[in-house]
């Protein structure tokens, strides 16, 4: 699942995050959100999650020149449910 392009959505008093219900249908009940890039976020269902930890944690992604992305872009992850 792919979701392409740019939508601005704000951040309530609380800071929470609106996921909109046709994105919500899509991630199912769980889903992980983390930081992206260019002050982006990326949303996962948990499943294609967990395959992409698998992948980024295993050799040759995770040699030395690429370790400063994989704290980026798993310290920030947070698993939600919808």
Do not use: N
């Not at 309530?12 to 994105?23: A, H, Q, T, Y």
């Not at 980024?56 to 690429?66: D, G, I, S």
């Amino acid at each position: 699942m792919l979701f392409m392009g740019e939508f601005q959505h704000s951040i309530d008093v609380k800071g929470r995050l609106i996921i909109p219900s046709k994105f919500r249908e899509e991630l199912g009940e769980t889903f992980v959100i983390t930081r992206g890039l260019d002050q982006c976020i990326f949303v996962y269902p948990l499943k294609e999650w967990q395959q992409i930890e698998q992948k980024l944690k295993a050799p040759p992604f995770y040699k030395e020149r690429c370790k400063s992305f994989y704290p980026l872009f798993f310290l920030g992850s947070k698993r939600l449910r919808a």
